[in-house]
């Protein structure tokens, strides 16, 4: 036998016993990962879900419900209900704001008989929010109150003047949120 044929019978080896060695490797390798894999399925991890319904989207205060004069107080009453997968603190805050009633109404925002804001609709835009006394289970509906009131030092300031806000609600699950921290 010819020295060539002798390297290239030896090359051939190599190259037999290498895929081999890289078989066994991708083999153990496959088994290792399909292991671990069985062993992390005992790890479950659920996502809940965040939903409240405010009113059943009816709004607290219609347009032209009310013509509002000084010294008028409006109470109503809203509810909010938790339909989310786990209990949930919640913020109630006004987006939208306009009209220059805004500055002119005092607003009260009572959960019971506990106020959670006092100050104009203005003052609860999104920068500034209520947030609710106690944590909303799940499935509980609870009963709010906003007091809108014309102070009567304002006089006819508010003549023929409108006020528009869309109420809004954040919540966030209490699970593993202990600070009542909103996004």
């Not at 062993?39 to 607290?60: A, E, H, L, Q, Y």
């Amino acid at each position: 036998m010819s020295k060539a044929v002798k390297t290239y019978k030896r090359k051939i080896n190599g190259a037999v016993v290498a895929i081999i060695v890289l078989s066994v490797c991708l083999a153990v390798s496959a088994f290792a990962l399909a292991y671990e894999t069985l062993v992390v399925d005992s790890n479950v991890f659920r996502m809940g879900t965040v939903k409240i319904n405010i009113n059943d989207g009816v709004p607290v205060i219609s347009e032209g419900e009310y013509l509002f004069e000084p010294g008028m107080t409006v109470i109503k009453d809203f509810f909010i209900e938790n339909q989310s997968t786990w209990d949930v603190y919640y913020r109630l805050y006004f987006t939208n704001v306009s009209g220059d009633l805004a500055d002119i109404l005092e607003l009260t925002l009572k959960e019971g008989d506990t106020v959670i804001f006092t100050g104009t609709a203005r003052e609860l835009e999104n920068s500034v929010s209520a947030v609710g006394v106690s944590p909303l289970a799940v499935m509980e509906k609870r009963t709010l109150t906003l007091t809108f009131y014309y102070p009567p030092q304002s006089g006819n300031e508010g003549m023929e003047c409108s006020l528009s806000f869309d109420l809004c609600v954040e919540a966030v699950q209490t699970k593993n949120n202990p600070d009542k921290a909103f996004s």
